[in-house]
């Protein structure tokens, strides 16, 4: 199925060239490949360069048209499409960052209460045992005597 496909295939390319070779054969060199009395009332080849110029000329003003008016439909899409994106954005986005910016105070209150509830308490033991510690220290001078040292010599 496939070798039928590319036969047929090349046979259609093949029978397009001979078109295209022979209408400019038949135009340029005065070759009769595509006779003018075989189609009668047919287009046939530009005879000279003038004419080839005024087809290409008409074509590339068609080619220029087709580009403005893709691009202008091009520009027409950017800008419904920035519509679109501000409409996500202010219908979607916005109410997401108000809950966030909710969700984080509540966070920051949070930790607010915990640390005046659960810290504060704690660090307020904490520093009254090290002030009794370091009065008693201050008084009787307890840790060189644990340690063995007095006077700051060190005890071998």
Aim: hydrophobic residues 55%.
């Amino acid at each position: 199925m496939r070798f039928i496909a590319t036969v047929v295939s090349a046979a259609i390319l093949l029978f397009l060239v001979y078109l295209v070779v022979g209408a400019i054969a038949d135009g340029y060199f005065g070759a009769n490949i595509i006779p003018d009395g075989a189609v009668p009332d047919a287009w046939s080849a530009p005879d000279s360069w003038a004419e080839w110029r005024d087809i290409v000329l008409v074509l590339a003003g068609l080619f220029w048209v087709l580009a403005g008016l893709l691009a202008a439909i091009f520009m027409v899409a950017l800008i419904v499409l920035a519509f679109a994106v501000r409409r996500v954005v202010r219908e979607n986005a916005a109410p997401a960052l108000d809950s966030l910016r909710q969700s984080l105070d509540n966070v920051r209150g949070t930790a607010e209460f915990a640390g005046e509830t659960v810290a504060s308490p704690i660090i307020r033991v904490y520093a009254v045992a090290k002030g009794v510690r370091s009065g008693i220290s201050a008084i009787t001078n307890l840790p060189d005597r644990i340690r063995g040292r007095r006077h700051g010599k060190k005890k071998k």
